[in-house]
């Protein structure tokens, strides 16, 4: 269900579902920062998206996520997955 706070695709017809905005790609998690940097500049040469780490812990251990994103609509994360399967590198799930 989508609500007043969901962020929406543009362009979407009236008489479409409305579908959420792709907010952007998981690329990897790593547990070391320079090993997450290093991916981070590999990406950042390659896609024309935001890339990012965003670090979590995970059952006590920190992680550090490469991120890419967010993207302006479907079309544009569907052609950034593409290019990451292209280059080797592994397409994510996208995060709503």
């Known amino acids: 269900m989508v609500d007043a ?5 543009a362009g979407c017809g009236r008489n479409e579902e409305p579908v959420r905005r792709p907010e952007g790609v998981p690329v990897s998690p790593f547990g070391k920062e320079s090993t997450a940097r ?3 500049e590999e990406l950042q040469d390659l896609l024309s998206a935001p890339v ?4 979590v812990e995970s059952g006590g251990t920190l992680l550090y996520r490469v991120r890419v994103g967010p993207v302006e609509n479907k079309q544009h ?3 950034l997955q593409q290019r990451l399967q292209d ?7 996208p995060l709503p």
């Not at 280059?87 to 799930?93: E, H, I, K, N, V």
């Open 38 to 40: 290093t991916l981070l």
């Open 77 to 79: 994360l569907l052609a």
């Open 87 to 93: 280059s080797g590198y592994d397409a994510g799930q």
């Open 52 to 55: 990012f780490i965003s670090p």
């Open 5 to 9: 706070t969901t962020p929406l695709l």
